[in-house]
């Protein structure tokens, strides 16, 4: 009896154990999903180095902050941002209330589906058809809604949920950063509380490791219960400039490594990869129209010039997305 | 050989996992600076409540979130908010580079020590002393002086660190909550980058677990280096109303334990205890003149009377600092 209460600790002892062993074995294998190359080898390098206890490159686990934007790092951005086909939608739901849409721009090319028309409203057209879908009810319900929108919607090209649109090589470098004690923030463009309902099943990151764009919110007590109200006024851009800015706001200490894939994060890579000590800064490269979507600049979507041209002298490494990963999205 | 070896290892399960029992024994004392009482109590009936697997009450790790605020309710609020006196010594620091400070109120009065004439320029002049010491900098450098006034400053009373004065039951209660997969996240009125310098190490909340009051910050590109600056100018008051829309905007979900000890809580017990399931909020009531500070109502510090008045109907904890806490702060 008490020999086979030892065996059963040991046996679990010794899968424990094996467990965390395998997870810094340097010949084991973290990133499936990449391809041997140049872009996996300096991420390896770079956390080998800074996890290495007594090397000089050594960072403490408290310090090993980790961004990555969303639409086109985390997940796919094309044929347009998954919140606008979000917002489109909700600007359809919600248009028999509003019966001027049919003749007033942005909303009538919302309802007819004109891509068009939609992109020559601007950001400002944009911000309007957000402004219009997303507010006016508590964080609680826009939650509600985000959640039943994304368990209904498909993608128009993969016909797939669009939280499945997710890229597996990057799951695979969330995971492996997490157990190499390092806390992986998403900081983003997006909508904050389009992305917080969703994040922690899907990629691990919980509500408040989210960085993003929002609106003002108000807090009144309604019928004796105190409750937040989302206005239909910007708060915060979490976008270019705004993206240090919001980091420094939320997260409160520079990054040692940052991914994007587009100009918006042009600054956020500047500053990540300007601190002292050791500094890693990545750009996804859509460079695969087969399997997801080619396209740098110009883009509606995602448009990558800039950092792209000044990677070689930032030090960044560019990630070739038809070469360097094996798969794109995880198996249905 | 072999048998040593799974001697070895289950000797190590072992004590790996009666460690884990004794955290959640309720046999043993997770709060050794808490007077047996109905304070402590309430506290840890709620815990066990929430964390009993198969319970009605039980909420998931993800799920607790529990929120202080930190003058008066993590560390010493009296004679004066400490932010406000590092402010005052940085308005003597800085005044002679502003000669016109001496004939200029408030300035005048931090720089003549004359707390009434302080306390009668009322917020505004508050806000003036504030905006005047700690913005035209970046955010950097500001942790820097926030560090080197906190390793040589005094309490007045004290003749302390501030950081030393912490309340030890509070501590305890962080760890306790910890312990039991509880996120532990500040939400103060007090300045953000005031708090985060130092909060990890006295508190074991990391700086992304901190929320606050902040200014505007100003990305900008110097001789090359991309920056922060600190600008003189508000960016969010995170007090009264401020604390649920600092909750929503930085933690993104409503915590399921609040702790407050002043009407600038009110609003954070509201909305936390105002949620479904299990809630709990409590009030640190500063009772001992003796060890500590007596106030409430009227204080030109910490003033409570609302919350205080309506915790019985409310269901909230009342802590009586004189006969519920065994010791006040750390042992030097």
């Known amino acids: ?36 190359g140049r872009a996996k080898q300096s991420i390896i390098e770079f956390v080998d180095r800074v996890t290495q206890a007594g090397g000089t490159d050594y960072v403490p686990p408290h310090e090993r902050i980790a961004t ?34 049919k003749h007033q ?10 891509k068009a028309a939609l992109i020559a409203s601007g950001e400002r057209g944009l911000a309007q058809i957000v402004m219009a879908s997303h507010v006016g009810m508590t964080p609680d319900d826009f939650e509600q809604i985000v959640r039943r929108w994304l368990s209904t919607a498909r993608h128009p090209r993969y016909n797939r949920p669009y939280t499945s649109l997710v890229y597996q090589p990057m799951l695979e470098l969330l995971a492996y ?20 309902p969703w994040t922690e099943r899907v990629y691990g990151i919980p509500p408040y490791q989210v960085v993003g764009s929002s ?25 270019k400039q705004g993206k240090p800015i919001g980091i420094n706001r939320f997260i409160g200490r520079r990054p040692i490594m940052a991914f994007g894939n587009s ?21 996804v490269h ?19 010039k ?27």
Chains 1, 2 share one sequence.
């Not at 009144?220 to 976008?239: N, Q, T, Y």
């Not at 859509?286 to 990558?304: C, F, I, M």
């Not at 041209?309 to 360097?324: I, L, N, Q, S």
């Open 263 to 283: 100009d918006g994060d042009y600054e956020m890579l500047r500053w990540t990869t300007a601190g002292d000590g050791p500094r890693f800064g990545l750009i």
């Open 286 to 304: 859509h460079t695969d129209a087969e399997r997801e979507y080619a396209y740098d600049y110009p883009s509606d979507v995602g448009q990558l």
């Open 105 to 114: 721009q942005p909303f009538q090319a919302a309802l007819d589906g004109d």
């Open 1 to 36: 009896m008490l020999l086979a209460f030892v065996r059963h600790f040991a046996a679990l002892a010794a899968v424990f154990f094996l467990a965390a062993a395998a997870r810094s074995d340097s010949t084991g294998d973290p990133l499936p999903s990449w391809n041997d």
């Open 177 to 196: 950063l997490r157990d190499n004690q390092f806390k992986t923030f998403i900081v983003s463009g997006g909508g904050i509380e389009f992305m917080r």
């Open 215 to 239: 609106v003002k919110v108000h807090y009144e007590v309604v019928d004796g219960a105190p409750e937040l109200m989302r206005l239909p006024e910007v708060d915060f851009i979490d976008d």
């Open 68 to 101: 990555f934007d969303n639409d086109g790092t985390l997940w796919c951005e094309q044929p347009i941002y998954t919140q606008f086909a979000f917002a489109i939608d909700r600007v359809k739901e919600l248009a028999p209330q509003h019966p001027n849409w």
């Open 306 to 332: 800039r950092a792209l041209d000044e990677a070689p002298e930032r030090g960044w490494t560019v990630v070739d997305m038809k070469h360097d990963w094996r798969t794109i999205f995880p198996v249905p």
